[in-house]
């Protein structure tokens, strides 16, 4: 079976930087759904209505969210497996998996496809955006100042999980999903499965200034592409060439020759150097 990866930061600026270079100060006039469920909040007549004649002033990100900021409301969408935009022009025939259409001013219209349907989007007034909503729920994002070791180490002091696994909450640290958190502990010499609240000081540094150095660099490539992800209109990244240990199962470490390994952690596929994260 086919394993789907999910877009994590850097894919997500990536998409982000160019929607931005397409669509600012552009106007909406108008929104269909096709695909309710899509839409997490609020309802879709709502969602439709409050839409029409916004002008997209800005685009940024929050852990793995797209944040449309669209005047007096910001439009909030997580890709999860499958999701995609597309620009195209109002003529073009609407694929079957394109479920949110976004008519703008310019005789073009964004389209948001995702073949599985799992995506999400929130639609909030910007001075509700601290309570309402999944924007509430996240950690600091992994280039923030206060991301120090005395911030992690209160996340985590009373946490016996895997220090993968607390890699992957985004109450902790927004952003890092599977791949990054596999690339994250193998350059900081970590096991995956070393117990949260026992690491110290000198590990958490090194996982601070990993996952820096990681998703920086993948940045710069335009993310990861494993199986189905892309960018806007089909680009694709390339840091996949970069990685050390993700999907690399069987073949040998770059550093020390020692085979890599895979396990589960935390009910994730999960790969290591044995030598290099004892």
């Given at each position: 079976m086919e394993v789907k990866k999910m877009p994590e930061l850097p894919e997500?600026?990536?998409?982000?930087?160019?929607?931005?270079?397409?669509?600012?100060?552009?106007?909406?006039?108008?929104?269909?759904v096709l695909y309710n469920n899509i839409i997490a909040y609020p309802d879709t007549n709502t969602f439709e209505?409050?839409?029409?004649?916004?002008?997209?002033?800005?685009?940024?990100?929050?852990?793995?969210?797209?944040?449309?900021?669209l005047e007096d409301y910001y439009l909030l969408s997580h890709l999860r497996m499958e999701?995609?935009?597309?620009?195209?022009?109002?003529?073009?025939?609407?694929?079957?998996?394109?479920?949110?259409?976004?008519?703008?001013?310019?005789?073009?219209?964004?389209?948001?496809?995702?073949?599985?349907?799992?995506?999400?989007?929130?639609?909030?007034?910007?001075?509700?955006?601290?309570?309402?909503?999944?924007?509430?729920?996240l950690g600091l994002e992994p280039f923030d100042k206060k991301l120090t070791p005395n911030y992690l180490k209160e996340k985590i002091k009373n946490k016996i999980i895997p220090i993968k696994t607390a890699l992957?909450?985004?109450?902790?640290?927004?952003?890092?999903?599977?791949i990054y958190a596999d690339e994250i502990l193998f350059l900081s010499?970590?096991?995956?499965?070393?117990?949260?609240?026992?690491?110290?000081?000198?590990?958490?540094?090194?996982?601070i200034k990993s996952t820096k150095e990681v998703l920086n660099k993948a940045i710069a490539k335009g993310g990861t592409t494993i199986h189905t992800y892309t960018s806007v209109d089909g680009i694709k990244g390339t840091y996949q060439?970069?990685?050390?240990?993700?999907?690399?199962?069987?073949?040998?470490?770059?550093?020390?020759?020692?085979?890599i390994k895979k396990i589960k952690v935390g009910g994730r596929g999960t790969y290591y150097c044995p030598h290099c994260q004892k």
């Open positions: 997500v600026e990536t998409v982000k930087e160019n929607l931005k270079k397409r669509l600012i100060n552009t106007k909406i006039n108008d929104v269909k209505k409050t839409l029409k004649n916004k002008k997209v002033k800005d685009i940024t990100r929050r852990g793995k969210f797209i944040i449309f900021d999701g995609k935009y597309f620009i195209k022009n109002k003529n073009d025939q609407i694929n079957k998996h394109e479920h949110v259409i976004f008519n703008l001013d310019n005789n073009q219209e964004l389209r948001y496809m995702d073949t599985r349907k799992f995506g999400k989007m929130f639609l909030i007034q910007k001075e509700n955006i601290d309570t309402i909503g999944p924007l509430k729920e992957l909450d985004q109450s902790i640290i927004a952003g890092i999903g599977n010499h970590v096991n995956p499965l070393k117990k949260s609240n026992t690491l110290k000081e000198k590990e958490l540094n090194n996982i060439d970069s990685l050390f240990v993700h999907n690399k199962e069987k073949e040998l470490c770059k550093v020390c020759q020692t085979q």
